[in-house]
């Protein structure tokens, strides 16, 4: 009885040791693909490319596997393989960057099967595959503070870290993508939970409040362009995403000139700073609101970042240091004397200039419309120039009833009807020139016309008061 038990006993050891050794580990070594150069040659990853974090320690074989013959090493793309595919173990997975082409795809280095061989592996050992994006590059966590990726010291835990230790029951190939998000709407920082993190389908999702009930969670998955999750420097966790344009309705929001990555200039904005080391832009926005004496914008809770400018007939400087200025609860702008902008009026950034070795933060805001300016501008001459009329028509009837009156024409009379000749005269040529004054200020007016009614009304305007 006791020699079954032990054969199964043995039985079960040798394919517990077989079944260990069909995982696949990581190819290269952490922060190094596939070019499209050789296939099987580690080069550093280039900036915001896909990366693989490898649970590795069931793995019994690490690195790019070594053939029988250099010419039997071959690569298959993962989402190739099927029931009817057989990979002779050991192998290793990576990410194949074609730089040319901009390609990007899992793949796994394996030597060629031979029919002879007996101990091959098919996929039901493959690891599984979950999509993520990272917010920050390798080797840097989230900073809450200043809203930006800053480098992780050897206590913090990094994201891929938390993965696998949240997945440990499972052999799980994270494919991360590194790099927030580009949102054409705002983009708000959440601070979240670890049970707001789920793996569905492949992909990992986030649990965030909706933006009308802080209350009320919805899910959102961060494999696509829409939203990122990493690890901030309290152990905490934090999802970056892209709202919908209705959030800024109901929520706070500030405008930012530029990109995250890029700073403001003379001649627009640059992802390559002069500064070696420059200002935050949320630090920088945090100090100048402090600075204010009414500012209402709460800088330490979650908030909606709009990028762009949105001015499409330029925008004039405001420095929050000489002009008296405040920023809302909602997020609109104050200036003292002039009107109260919203995110579509205004945007603030840190600038930055080779004169000026300060970098200071300023508001930007935005000019009207000259077309709108033009039919103000319009309505302003016409309504001028119907009054003018108006008055002269007065005056008119005025002079000719001492006209027909000869009664009326003594001394005092025939003194009011030369000042009355005189102020029709003027009124006439004021109405003469509001009328022809261009609408547009660049068009050019008939100056010597202008000067000469001018001269004439400013004459019989005098001959009134002799």
Known sequence: ?????????????????????????????PGEIFSGHSTVECVSKPRNAMELYVRQWNTTAEGIPQCDEPEDLMTTKFDDLDSNNFLEVPACLEILHEQVAGGIAVIVVHCRSNKDRQMKAINEFLPQLAYVRKCCPNDTIFDSR????????????????????????????????EGSPTCKKPIVDYVIGENDIILRNNTYSVMVPTFRNNFIKEELFVAEDTACFDMTLNRTLVARVCRDPGFCNDNACIRKCCAENEFFYADGCNKLPVPDEPTEFHVALANAVNQTKSSTFAVTKDYGVLIGKPCKYGMYPVDPKEEEWLLTSEGHVFVQDYAVYDQNKYCMDIFYSKLIPERNFYLFICFDNPNATKEANLVRLRM????????CAFLLMTLLVYVCLPSLQNLHGKTLMCHVSSLLLAFICLAVITWITPVDPEEELDTTTCKALGSYAARKYLYTSV
């Open 1 to 29: 009885m006791a020699a079954p038990r032990f054969i199964r006993l043995g039985l079960v050891l040798f394919l517990m040791k077989v079944s260990s050794g069909t995982y696949l580990a990581k190819c290269c070594p």
């Open 146 to 177: 200043t809203k930006a990726c800053v480098p992780r010291s050897n206590e913090s835990v990094s994201l891929a870290e938390f993965l696998r230790s949240k997945s440990a029951d499972t052999e799980l190939v994270v494919v991360a993508t």
């Open 384 to 391: 001028n120039t119907a009054l003018e009329l108006t008055s």
